[in-house]
Nanobody
Framework: QVQLEESGGGLVQAGGSLRLSCTAS????????MGWLRQAPGKGREFVAA????????YYADSAKGRFTISRDNAKNTVYLQMNSLKPEDTAVYYC?????????????????WGQGTQVTVSS
């Protein structure tokens, strides 16, 4: 069982940066693939980025490539999402998710564990 808690959201102007953190409880975190997904008002949950168990491999949505960076520190049981050059369309609740299956996934249904989400608002 893994519990996830996000932090780092907030209000930022377009062009600004934020770093989201997701801290996990449980000893199995270091073996999990982790992802960040987001949900804007009135829209479905959208994949943003994912990272493999040791942080060597990453996978991004086209909307995140070149602007966002996912990373992890297994010693701290934490995964990060560094977001640069933020746009108003990045406004959403950002969720951290994890799964023990050794695969990248864009689909929210394939993640077993979820945090509560953190709000990111980008003003124009």
């Amino acid at each position: 069982q893994v519990q996830l808690e996000e932090s780092g959201g907030g209000l930022v102007q377009a062009g600004g940066s934020l770093r989201l953190s997701c801290t996990a409880s449980g000893s199995t975190f270091s073996s999990y693939y982790m992802g960040w997904l987001r949900q804007a008002p009135g829209k479905g949950r959208e994949f943003v980025a994912a990272i493999n168990w040791n942080g060597v491999s990453t996978y991004y949505a086209d909307s995140a490539k070149g602007r966002f960076t996912i990373s992890r520190d297994n010693a701290k049981n934490t995964v990060y999402l560094q977001m640069n050059s933020l746009k108003p369309e990045d406004t959403a609740v950002y969720y951290c998710a994890g799964d023990p299956s050794p695969r990248f996934s864009r689909w929210s249904a394939e993640y077993t564990y979820w945090g509560q989400g953190t709000q990111v608002t980008v003003s124009s």
